[in-house]
């Protein structure tokens, strides 16, 4: 039998009761919801629900295995495939470029990269999911033969089949497997802004500053790279470079403006660090080739002066116990609010076969590459939280395995160049590595390189797509504003009057008003194992349109987001470089709004029935939103950051045409309390035949929390609609709420 402790799945066996039965070559194992049947004939598993429907089947003699020398070490190339159904939809396997929501008809190197984040785990719309448990490369492929998993190196086939009914039953199951996702700040839900990079701690202190006297909201700012210094003294967890003198003032004056500040760091270190002598004494350090290249900054490198720089065995516990120790004195220290884990795939250059060939703690680097980031991620995670519990752990990661969810980590989709394609490529790429159970995904806003865009912010093409980039950036779990080769700050856009600049000021703004509805999914996603980005699949999976559709999906439960990813208000003329912008004429999107539900409007208020394509206006200011009949959701007031504001007056927009119930939830919005039960809840329930709304009594309690509120009633139509400005006194009731059960009656 052969002894393999998962580095994904953390889930203790547990007793389960099931019946066995022989029937012919067939031994078939019963438990409540299932029914697998090997076939001690041909060797095939096949897996069934309890009244006989076929679920999935291993392909007969799907399963091989050939002898494999890994770096010395007598092993094997190991594949299972299966058979599929061949209209069969089946989605995740990780964030790709590729602009696939259906992940059939497909082959995929498995090697975790800067823009592909890889989780070998699908599932079906036939409510079950595959987890294949092995981090070598492996190669996934889907054709007219069927279905598999091929992986370099393994001492057995091993493999996890779930039940779960539906898209979030799939989840839970994933998640009840390899963990739970731990609740984020509040302040992580706000808008964030960095660039590549602020060069002195003069400039990212004014960032703040400016977006304050502007009066746009901001909670965060990020610095990126070489606040250590050259490249020999890369990721040195110190302020070594002479722009940043007084790093703990820094970090003050940020939060004296109250905003917080998360900090680049890497998998990697040069060789003059403090980190890379003592890990190097050790032989923690992995031998090839990483980014960066040369020890000056210069572009392209100078190889004459390689960098030296090296990449941790983050596999090692020790080698992640020294991690922690330089990071938590040399940064942690300072009061910094959050990780930016960079590179934490890690960047392999060269990709020569000897370089899988490095001995890692868990053996060679072939054998466990994949859940590099997952050892990486964790390895500060699990470290900060052991430190202390006042602040909630917050890491936004550029790559991710199986379980990284419950380390509060959140992925970001690479380096990726600013196109419209790519813009729409992220789309698919979040729902569908939210469907490998990981919640928390987000991308650069505007995209990271803007080489397609040689004017840069003088291109009015640019302007717009950043302008779509950061509405759908505003519907994502994290709204960040980021990248390279030229500033990304508001003002960049010109000021208040120029379309660019209040296009953005009115999402941003949006934003923060959905704060009560997005922290209450985020707690949705904690507590019952929800996701926040939402392929249509997982909603309407009876509606066989919504399968394939990868430019739309739902945000939370309520909210249909479908972003704009065509330019519309630029105009081409001949022998001019660059076009000119027009607004002359309003140009519309086609939305697919699913069956099964009645949907309004979210900017007018008008009903309309689903099952059905409409057309929308789509102005630079406006994306399409809609909201579900049923939906209930709260709005907060007006602020300049997460937490300026006591949510006492929150407005409670009823969406009638279905019963409907929301649960508000709030807590003292970071530290660890949460987990020991200290939070609240209300819940509002909707009776659509009674058109009546029972705003229940409050559970639980937090320091801090409010006693008395009003809660402004909102019922939606034409007339109510965010676009028309104030609500009809006919469809708007205010309640005085002290945590009493109450009615309204409309």
Request: charged fraction near 25%.
């Amino acid at each position: 039998m052969i002894e393999n402790e998962s580095l994904s799945v953390i889930k203790v066996p547990e007793k389960t009761t099931f019946s066995v039965k022989l029937e012919g070559d067939e031994l078939q194992l019963a438990t409540r919801e299932l029914l697998v049947v090997f076939n001690q004939k041909n060797g095939q598993l096949s897996y069934k629900t309890s009244n006989q429907n076929t679920l999935l089947k291993e392909k007969i003699s799907g399963t091989s295995f050939k002898p494999f020398n890994d770096a010395g070490s007598q092993t094997h190339n190991v594949t299972q495939a299966f058979d599929l159904e061949k209209d069969e939809s089946i989605y995740g396997l990780g964030s790709q470029q590729q602009g696939k929501m259906v992940q059939r008809n497909l082959k995929l190197n498995m090697v975790q990269g800067n823009t592909d984040d890889y989780v070998p785990f699908f599932q079906s719309i036939k409510g079950y999911g595959i987890f294949w448990d092995n981090y070598s490369p492996t190669v996934f492929e889907d054709n007219v033969s069927g279905t598999s998993f091929q992986s370099e190196v393994g001492e057995g086939v091993d493999y996890y089949f779930m039940y779960g009914g539906n898209a979030d039953g799939v989840i839970a199951k994933m998640r009840d497997l390899t963990g739970q996702a731990p609740m984020f700040p509040l302040w992580t839900y706000g808008f964030w802004q960095s660039k590549e990079r602020y060069k002195s701690q003069n400039e990212l202190v004014d960032v703040v500053k400016k977006y304050r006297e502007l009066g746009v909201p901001l909670d965060g700012i990020i610095q990126d790279w070489q606040y250590w210094g050259n490249n020999y003294l890369w990721n040195g967890m110190e302020f070594l470079n002479g722009e940043f003198p007084n790093p703990k003032k820094m970090v003050d004056d940020v939060h004296a403006l109250n905003a917080k500040m998360i900090i680049s760091i890497w998998s990697s270190f040069g060789p003059h660090t403090k980190p890379y002598r003592e890990m190097e004494k050790q032989n923690m350090l992995l031998d090839f080739e990483t980014w960066p290249q040369a020890g000056t900054d210069t572009w392209p490198p100078n190889m004459d002066y390689p960098s030296g720089v090296r990449v941790y065995d983050a596999y090692n516990p020790a080698a992640r116990d020294i991690y922690w120790k330089y990071l938590k004195k040399g940064i942690f220290s300072l009061g910094m609010d959050g990780w930016w884990m960079d590179s934490t795939e890690p960047d392999h250059l060269s990709f020569k076969p000897e370089d899988f060939d490095n001995k890692t703690f868990l053996g060679s680097f072939r054998k466990v590459r994949n859940a590099y980031p997952l050892m990486t991620v964790g390895g500060v995670a699990q470290r900060q939280k052991a430190d202390s519990e006042a602040k909630r752990v917050f890491i936004l990661t550029r790559s991710a395995f199986a379980g990284q969810q419950r380390f509060g980590a959140n992925t970001w989709s690479g380096d990726v160049t600013a196109s419209w394609q790519a813009l729409e490529n992220q789309i698919s790429a979040g729902l569908n590595f939210s469907l490998t159970g990981i919640p928390y995904w987000n991308s650069d806003i505007g995209g990271f390189f803007l080489s397609k865009f040689p004017a840069k912010l003088n291109d009015p093409e640019y302007r717009e797509l950043y302008v779509r980039w950061l509405q759908f950036g505003a519907f994502c779990p994290m709204m960040r504003s980021h990248g390279a080769d030229a500033p990304r700050e508001i003002y960049q856009f010109g000021s208040k009057g120029d379309k660019a600049y209040d296009a953005i000021e009115k999402f941003i703004h949006l934003r923060y008003r959905l704060l009560p509805y997005i922290y209450s999914t985020s707690w949705d996603v904690t507590a019952k194992q929800s996701s926040m980005m939402r392929a249509l699949m997982m909603d309407f999976a009876e509606d066989k349109k919504v399968l394939n559709i990868d430019n739309q999906y739902m945000f939370g439960k309520a909210i249909l987001v479908a972003p704009v990813t065509q330019p519309m208000y630029i105009r081409a003329s001949q022998g001019v470089k660059i076009p000119s912008e027009d607004f002359s004429t309003i140009k519309s999107k086609e939305i697919y709004l699913p069956q099964g539900a009645g949907w309004y409007d979210f900017w007018t208020g008008e009903k309309i029935n689903g099952g059905k394509k409409v057309s929308k206006g789509t102005p630079i200011d406006i994306i399409p939103l809609y909201v579900r009949s049923g939906s209930i959701i709260p709005l907060g007031p007006k602020v300049q950051y997460a937490t300026e504001k006591d949510w006492d007056n929150l407005e409670i927009r009823v969406y009638p045409g279905a019963n409907g119930s929301f649960t508000l939830y709030e807590d003292e919005n970071d530290n660890y309390n949460y987990e020991k039960g200290v939070y609240s809840t209300i819940t509002f329930d909707w009776d659509d035949e009674k058109r009546t709304l029972v705003i229940d009594n409050r559970k639980g309690s937090f320091p801090g929390m409010l006693r008395s509120r009003k809660f402004n009633i909102v019922m939606v139509d034409k007339e109510t609609a965010l676009g028309n400005g104030k609500a009809a006194s006919s469809f708007e009731k205010t309640v005085s709420y002290s945590g009493k059960k109450s009615v309204v009656k409309f």
